[in-house]
């Protein structure tokens, strides 16, 4: 499975942002889709995360309200649509996708078996 993330920019404070992560692979069959994203000098931490599936979603508070997942089953397409960007979204932005519908919780890194490249996402104050 290969993940491509894409989409990201430089916006200006209040801005939108749509990112989209393509998805490839005979065994493409997640469970879950998740958005992580690493700014400079911190963690990589949990964004969003959408069940394959189902409708199941899933928000970090910080992005509660101004972020939205959704996913393409037939395109093998996802896409984090940011809204109401804040400079300290800035950072890199990771789609992920795990092979087994049990383990660890959906926010969790260690749930994903596989990873785009990221795509940087700039807000400007």
């Known amino acids: 499975v290969q993940l491509q993330a894409s989409g990201g920019g430089l916006v200006q404070a209040g801005g939108s942002l749509r990112l989209s992560c393509a998805a490839s692979g005979r065994t493409f069959s997640p469970y879950t889709m998740g958005w992580f994203r690493q700014a400079p000098g911190k963690e990589r931490e949990f964004v969003a995360a959408?069940?394959?599936?189902?409708?199941?979603?899933y928000y970090a508070d910080s992005v509660k309200g101004r972020f939205t997942v959704s996913k393409d089953n037939a395109k093998n397409m996802g896409f984090l649509q940011m809204n109401s960007l804040k400079p300290e979204d800035t950072a890199v932005y990771y789609c992920?996708?795990?092979?087994?519908?049990?383990?660890?919780?959906?926010?969790?890194?260690?749930?994903?078996?596989?990873w785009g490249q990221g795509t940087l996402v700039t807000v400007s104050s």
């Open positions: 992920a996708t795990d092979r087994v519908w049990y383990g660890a919780p959906v926010t969790s890194q260690s749930r994903y078996d596989f």
């Open positions: 959408i069940k394959w599936s189902a409708d199941d979603i």
